[in-house]
């Protein structure tokens, strides 16, 4: 069974600090796909990356990057230079390709929440 | 109006009133999916719908009743909840199941059950 575990229930950190979030994952397939969303106070995730199992390289989009280790099965989360609007709640998710169910069985972790202090 | 939306926002219900959660999406996708988002729990995945048919009822409690008459809207009827059915309920959408695909989310409906 596919299980997404976010340690980190919470952290603050001061404006301008770097901050990670980290994300495990447990699957048994070979293929799958994992997702960070962001969910700011107004409720609605955002969709923020997608990385399939065969791509290991990380990625950075502007002050976000993301370090995917399949020999940890991590797929860790990094906001450089964080700023307030960064506050939010994060989740990292799990899709097996191999399920029967396709994107039906999208498993979330808990998710993180992240305060930045002005 | 882009996206998901869902409506109403809020809503407040006693345990034997019925009540509708509405949610469309207006980004041509053929997937929607209703999730449960309580505290300090994972997203609960309720139904998912593909093409208005229902893919998936993840073992809910049929005091909840999905209903979708086309691609583009997602109801959620209730009746008789309970307290602990106090919740955020989010709406989403995708292109198809593929798992590839990112699922679009709605801002929510935060229901408070008395």
């Known amino acids: 069974a596919q299980k997404v575990t976010q340690a980190q229930t919470e952290i603050s950190v001061v404006e301008k600090e770097d901050v990670t979030l980290d994300c495990v994952y447990e699957?048994?397939?070979?293929?799958?796909?994992l997702f960070w969303y962001k969910q700011p106070p107004s409720g609605e995730l955002v969709f923020l990356i997608r990385r399939n199992s065969f791509d290991e390289q990380n990625e950075i989009s502007g002050r976000y990057s993301w370090n995917f280790q399949k020999s940890t099965s991590s797929f860790n989360f990094t906001i450089t230079a964080s700023q307030v609007v960064d506050s939010a709640v994060y989740f990292c998710?799990?899709?097996?390709?191999?399920?029967?169910?396709?994107?039906?069985?999208?498993?979330f972790g808990t998710g993180t929440r992240l305060t930045i202090i002005p | 109006e882009t996206g998901v939306t869902q409506t109403p926002r809020h809503l407040v219900m006693g345990m034997t009133n019925k009540k509708s959660l509405k949610c469309e999406q207006h980004?041509?996708?053929?997937?929607m999916y209703w999730y449960k988002q309580s505290a300090k729990k994972p997203l609960e995945l309720m139904f998912v719908?593909?093409?208005?048919?229902?893919?998936e009822n993840n073992s809910v409690p049929s005091r909840f009743s999905p209903e979708c008459p086309n691609s583009s809207h997602l109801f959620l009827h209730l009746h008789t909840l309970q307290p602990e059915d106090s919740a955020l309920y989010l709406c989403?959408?995708?292109?198809?199941?593929?798992?590839?695909?990112?699922?679009?989310f709605g801002p929510g409906t935060r229901l408070t059950v008395l």
């Open positions: 980004l041509g996708h053929n997937a």
């Open positions: 699957t048994r397939d070979t293929t799958y796909y």
């Open positions: 989403a959408s995708s292109q198809d199941l593929d798992s590839y695909n990112e699922q679009f």
């Open positions: 998710a799990l899709s097996e390709a191999g399920s029967n169910f396709g994107n039906e069985k999208l498993t």
């Open positions: 719908y593909n093409f208005k048919e229902q893919t």
